[in-house]
């Protein structure tokens, strides 16, 4: 009975080391298609190495060399992993070769946009955005936090117009918290899915759409005070935070915010903007007014600033009229000119500035039109027209 014991413990050991050596066979045979560049064999006989011997960190990590070798991001990491996870003996190589697929995935996906905004024919931009995309997964695939990774996908996912495939990437560098584009697009995503949601209740009237409105105007909101609370000084995030404000109705929460924001920081041209701009919409024109022209004192060449400061004029000088005729009165139109005459200069600052509106040179045109200056409103209509070809 021992001898059949002794026997058959024998004959496992020789079996055993019969597997082992068909296993090496295979190892030794993916290496040297390797050195041959034979990747596809190589990959053949490492996926049957690792099926029989799956705690080969090393074949492991030749499988995964040649899966980058196809551009197969996805399994090259999963088969790193795989190494990694057995021991650390190829880590530096690992490293070395995600760095390196990382760079080419990258600079084929800033190719590919490229070819994408370029391309005069439709199809043929889908398909390159659509590359680009692939891409740009890729290197995130390689480096989880990487942030130039995420924001071109972001970037490319926007510009194909897959909007909601470019939330994931905008939320994971938000979490990151060193990107204020990422706050600043991420926020006016979640505030237009609102707006739209919130006007096609006005439609439906629709419950369910009234309150995925709420949620993505309070994410909305949420997201971009985080921002603001990274980036104090971004105009950006500071612009559409208090759009998101008025959109959902919020105002006294908007007034509240840069009203304290300008008491804390007078000479914060921002804050001074912002604050104008939630003044301007509860149509409290004075104090807007006083707001821009602060911004404007600032930084006279702020654009933004000085064209809600005409705006605000024009608004002013409309809301008398409008007043007067709701009371069945003679509106006081002297003080209406007075209005537009004030805001005459900051419109022609701007449209210097910015030439080619041709919205705003039509409401030049008005503005002339309503001071009397029949031959500049007709020169500021002409503009308008010609802008528009």
Not at 2 to 31: E, H, N, R, T
Not at 155 to 166: G, L, P, Q, R
Not at 244 to 264: R, T
Not at 275 to 297: I, R
Request: net charge neutral.
């Amino acid at each position: 009975m021992k001898k059949v014991l002794i026997y058959l413990s024998l004959l496992s050991m020789v079996l055993g080391f019969m597997a082992f050596d068909c296993s090496s066979q295979q190892l030794a045979s993916a290496k040297l298609y390797i050195q041959q560049k034979q990747y596809d064999k190589a990959k053949d006989a490492l996926v049957i190495e690792v099926g029989k011997n799956p705690a080969n960190d090393e074949a492991w990590y030749l499988l995964g060399l040649t899966y980058g070798e196809e551009e197969n991001f996805v399994k090259m990491v999963e088969s790193y992993d795989k190494s990694l996870g057995i021991s650390q003996k190829y880590l530096q190589e690992i490293n070395q070769s995600k760095n390196y697929y990382w760079a080419i995935s990258f600079n084929k996906g800033v190719k590919f946009f490229n070819l994408a905004v370029k391309s005069e024919k439709p199809d043929s931009a889908k398909i390159f955005f659509d590359d680009a995309i692939n891409m740009f997964k890729a290197t995130v695939t390689m480096e989880p936090d990487s942030i130039a990774g995420y924001s071109n996908l972001a970037m490319v996912e926007v510009s194909s117009n897959h909007i909601d495939d470019a939330i994931p990437p905008l939320e994971k560098i938000t979490k990151i918290g060193k990107s204020p584009e990422a706050f600043s697009t991420l926020g006016q995503i979640y505030v237009d899915k609102g707006t739209t949601l919130k006007d096609n209740y006005k439609k439906s009237k629709a419950v369910d759409d009234s309150v995925k409105s709420v949620e993505y105007l309070d994410k909305a909101i949420k997201i971009l005070e985080d921002g603001k609370s990274r980036f104090p000084d971004n105009s950006e995030i500071l612009l559409r935070v208090s759009n998101a404000y008025i959109v959902a109705g919020k105002m006294d929460v908007a007034v509240n915010a840069f009203k304290e924001g300008v008491i804390k920081e007078p000479e914060n041209k921002y804050y001074r903007y912002n604050y104008g701009v939630v003044l301007l919409n509860l149509k409290q024109y004075e104090n807007a007014v006083e707001q821009f022209k602060h911004a404007v004192a600032l930084d006279p060449d702020y654009p933004s600033a000085i064209y809600n400061l005409a705006v605000s004029y024009i608004k002013w000088g409309a809301s008398i009229r409008e007043i007067a005729d709701k009371k069945g009165e003679t509106a006081d139109e002297p003080l209406i000119k007075d209005k537009f005459n004030l805001a005459l200069p900051h419109l022609e600052k701007y449209l210097s500035l910015k030439p080619k509106e041709p919205s705003l040179w039509e409401l030049l045109g008005q503005v002339y039109a309503n001071l009397g200056m029949q031959d500049k409103a007709n020169d500021a209509f002409k503009k308008a027209e010609e802008y528009r070809k």
